[in-house]
């Protein structure tokens, strides 16, 4: 049997596909995203500002989560870029490390430019 672009690995099934032009409630088969591919975010860059800053001050992102108010799950979201912050997260946290917001920031951008956007 020959190889398909259709592998298993880049496949799942979507359980609630709905039709509207029909009434019924299906399984569809689509492509799954690769995660290779993904361009590198924002998000994922203040990620690795947050980070080197919190590592910088000697903080476990339990530490940090438990000083800035936030759970630690969202600490490990941010630092993934998962999870976009607020403006007042992004105060509180800088807080806690000890700098300005916008240093924070500044990281972001210096990041970004070294990835050449």
Same mark, same amino acid.
């Given at each position: 049997?020959?190889?398909?672009?259709? $592998?298993?690995?880049?496949?799942?099934?979507?359980?609630?596909?709905?039709?509207? !032009?029909?009434?019924? @409630?299906?399984?569809?088969?689509?492509?799954?995203?690769?995660?290779?591919?993904? *361009?590198? $975010? =924002?998000? !994922?860059?203040? /990620?690795?500002?947050?980070?080197? /800053?919190? *590592?910088?001050?000697?903080?476990?992102?339990?530490?940090?989560?438990?000083?800035? /108010?936030?759970?630690?799950?969202? +600490?490990?979201?941010?630092?993934? /870029?998962?999870?976009?912050?607020?403006?007042?997260? @992004?105060? $509180?946290?800088?807080?806690?490390?000890? =700098?300005?917001?916008?240093?924070? +920031?500044?990281?972001?951008? @210096?990041?970004?430019? !070294? !990835?050449?956007?």
């Amino acid at each position: 049997m020959g190889t398909s672009f259709l $592998s298993a690995r880049n496949l799942y099934y979507s359980l609630w596909y709905y039709s509207t !032009d029909r009434s019924n @409630i299906g399984a569809q088969v689509q492509h799954r995203r690769s995660q290779n591919s993904r *361009k590198t $975010s =924002t998000e !994922d860059f203040f /990620g690795q500002a947050l980070r080197e /800053g919190r *590592k910088e001050r000697g903080l476990t992102q339990e530490e940090l989560a438990y000083r800035s /108010g936030y759970h630690p799950t969202y +600490i490990g979201q941010l630092e993934r /870029g998962k999870k976009s912050p607020s403006l007042r997260a @992004i105060m $509180s946290l800088a807080a806690v490390l000890k =700098t300005r917001a916008s240093e924070l +920031i500044r990281r972001v951008e @210096i990041l970004a430019a !070294d !990835d050449g956007r």
